[in-house]
């Protein structure tokens, strides 16, 4: 081979290494900035929140304020009681909820009558909020939470199926997205097992009913979740449809004169003594579930059975299907039901005491 094509082959070469070397720098620095990228993701993760909002939270939740009581339940199902560091005072009223997830006794409360406390709330460090759609409606306090720069995610539901999404919401937010979803499976088999066995009971034998919400003319109305598992259960909810007067917004209240119209003849009520002032109140008295002795106290576990921001709507279900009509659900057995409910969903195991406790509702929420 003559010089010039020597050259000419070791400047190729040359070349040739150069270039490979330059590519091989550059690939590098590119799977290097892939796998930064990789990494600013995994610390992130986006939650879309039961309004729809797409909402950026740390991948790794440690510090959880829960200004709506509802959410508080949830996480301590989902086993992540010790991370809840603010809360709403309501939570701490619930006897079983801090017998079971007793951090939350001890978790700051920086919300009075619906003001967020925004200094308080900061001092507690939390990683993400959880807020009610009211709270969400108030322009004035969610300045408070963007100015902050605190994430928070929006829980809101009106039926069933908007209580299990917020339910897999919380989940996901906290890296419990399975356990919701057991949760959840447990819910929707409750709602189909009595779906089956009240499906041929026609709209004219259903039977009549008034639920009291808190006070006793507190009622419900179309397009809220008790609206909805009463109508599961195969009740004829008498409030439903009717007009009613608004309190605060999202308070329905009905009149006695209305109630006494309606003429129910079961009546069930949420709040502890309620049940006592129906039955003892003499203008209550010519009600038909008054006058037969068809009033009940609902159930009270971790929250309060069939409440509107209650997490035990299953349980809710399965004890109102009993109560209306014993005779379909004589194999249901509602003390077992109750054992493997709280130990499988909080891993506690019931007294007999307790178990009899959580069924009349008597002595498990703290009065205010």
């Known amino acids: 081979m003559d010089k010039e094509k020597k050259r000419a082959l070791v400047i190729s070469l040359l070349i040739l290494a150069v270039v490979s070397l330059f590519l091989g ?3 590098m620095k590119t799977i290097d900035g892939k796998s930064e990228q990789a990494k ?5 993760i986006t939650v879309t929140d039961s309004i729809g909002r797409q909402v ?9 304020a829960c200004l709506y009581a509802f959410s508080g339940h949830v996480l301590t199902m989902l086993g992540k009681s ?8 309501g939570l701490k009223r619930d006897v079983l909820l801090t017998d079971l997830a007793p951090d939350i006794k001890n978790a700051r409360v920086p919300v009075s009558s619906g003001a967020i406390n925004i200094e308080e709330l900061l001092n507690t460090r939390p990683d993400i909020v959880f807020i009610s759609s009211d709270t969400a409606q108030n322009e004035g306090e969610i300045e408070k939470l963007r100015k902050s720069k605190i994430p928070y995610l929006v829980v809101d539901y009106r039926n069933i199926s908007e209580q299990q999404f917020a339910i897999r919401m919380i989940g996901q937010a906290v890296g419990a997205e399975d356990r919701a979803l057991s949760y959840n499976e447990y819910y929707q088999s409750c709602v189909e097992r009595v779906q089956e066995k009240v499906k041929d009971i026609p709209q004219k034998d259903r039977v009549k009913v008034y639920h009291s919400i808190n006070e006793a003319t507190r009622t419900d109305v179309v397009d809220t979740l008790p609206a909805d598992w009463l109508n599961i259960v195969g009740a004829n909810n008498v409030s439903v449809g009717e007009s009613l007067r608004v309190v605060e917004g999202n308070k329905y209240i009905a009149s006695l ?9 079961v009546i069930l009520v949420n709040e502890a003594g309620v049940d006592d002032y129906i039955r003892e109140n003499p203008q209550w008295s010519n009600i038909n579930a008054v006058s037969n002795g ?18 035990e709507t299953p349980l809710a279900i399965l004890w109102t299907a009993k109560t209306l009509y014993p005779e379909r659900f004589s194999d249901l057995n509602l003390e077992k039901e109750v054992r493997e409910f709280y130990k499988e969903f909080f891993n506690y195991p019931l007294t007999d005491e307790t178990v009899t406790q959580v069924l009349n509702g008597k002595g498990m929420r703290i009065p205010k």
């Open 82 to 89: 010790s991370e809840i560091v603010a809360v709403v005072d």
């Open 56 to 64: 950026v939270i740390p991948a790794k939740v440690e510090r959880i």
């Open 40 to 44: 600013v993701t995994q610390e992130t």
């Open 294 to 311: 068809k009033v009940y106290q609902m159930p009270n576990g971790v929250s309060r059975w069939g409440h509107p921001g209650s997490l």
């Open 25 to 27: 720098l550059w690939r």
């Open 257 to 265: 004169e209305q109630i006494l119209l309606w003429n129910p003849q």
